[in-house]
């Protein structure tokens, strides 16, 4: 990257960070750290992310079903389906809430058989390894590549062995921002920043035109 490209890289990336840079999680409402409750949350988030439905929608139906009590998995496993269907629907997510409420019910309980309601077992299963994490966190029903994804991306804020994880979309929004498409070359891009505010941002910028050109508008405001 030259001199010139970083410099616009770096205004590009600031502006970002100043219209959109915040998680997806922050935003539903979870002060995500590494301990059980949080990291379940995010899981569940991530899988309503994932469906083809408009992330504020998503948002609002996690912040429902956490309102309701649902916020960790015994408590989602404890629930009936019907509880479950009326949070997703008092959040806007009619289209699919009853399938939902299935697979919400289903992952719960095999979080709670396969790693005892906890995630950072599967943390210490993947060892490191992307890849082991994301084929784990896919046994999930419901958490497919995608919410995979979304999961790694906004976890990496407090289990760093991830390293720098943008993910699909969020390479779609850098190619829309004129930022470089390689996950490199971005990690370059967002040293010294919050990498998981980054990526979420990325990819807000990927779902959103018009935030994307907002956030061009502002960086070639600041040369």
Known sequence: MTGTASASARRITDALLEECGRTYAAEAGIRLRDTPQPLYQLLVLSHLLSARIRAPVAVAAARALFAHGMRTPRRMAEATWQQRVDALGEGGYRRYDERTSTQLGEGARLVLDVWKGDLRRLRAEADGDTEV?????????????????????????VWPETGFWVGAKGLQGAERLGLPTSTGRLSDVARDRDRAAFAAALVRAALDRETAETVRESALARK
């Open 133 to 157: 994490l994301r084929a784990g966190l896919r046994r999930v029903r419901g958490i497919g590549p995608a919410g995979a994804d979304i999961f790694v991306r906004e976890v990496q804020a």
